[in-house]
């Protein structure tokens, strides 16, 4: 019983932080996304069973702060690319190979590279994970490694080199 209601907590708070992030500080917003919070909830634990291996909650509380700051940081960093009279892209795909071996801990992964700035998830298979990059000249494979570590972090244990 412990793990399940550990599982419902994680996932809800999960939902909560995607809800306002996307919905954005109006209270009124909760009207609609409560019931969606609790349906995903509901939903997520219905359709997958929770993985053997779950996000730590001191480590979700540390990855927090990087996940929120790697969100505005990609944010601002697309706005500026828009903005700019020059438009900095060369946009192309990298091909990053991870040593996360949870199925879990790779979904997210793929998911978070998102947030970092101007970068996309695209694809994966196996451990290889396939980043669409807007501007391929920068480096974005060690933004990519510091992600790998701080994922890993939270599903406790470590990537292989």
Do not use: K
């Not at 909560?16 to 500080?25: F, K, Q």
């Not at 900095?88 to 947030?115: E, H, K, N």
């Amino acid at each position: 019983m412990h793990r399940r209601s550990t599982a419902i907590i994680a996932r809800g708070a999960l939902f909560v932080l995607l809800w306002s992030i996307l919905a954005g500080t109006d209270p009124a917003s909760w009207v609609i996304g409560i019931p969606t919070v609790l349906l995903a909830t509901y939903l997520s634990l219905s359709l997958s069973s929770p993985a053997r291996r779950r996000p730590r909650l001191l480590a979700l509380l540390r990855f927090l702060p990087y996940f929120l700051g790697q969100s505005l940081r990609g944010g601002l960093d697309v706005a500026l690319r828009v903005l700019s009279p020059q438009l900095r892209i060369d946009p192309g795909f990298v091909d990053y190979r991870t040593q996360l071996t949870d199925p879990a801990a790779r979904v997210l992964f793929l998911d978070t590279i998102s947030l970092l700035p101007g970068t996309l998830g695209a694809d994966i298979r196996r451990q290889w994970v396939r980043v669409h990059a807007l501007d391929i000249s920068s480096d974005v494979r060690p933004e990519l490694v510091e992600l790998e570590r701080r994922i890993a972090a939270l599903f406790a244990h470590e990537a292989s080199p």
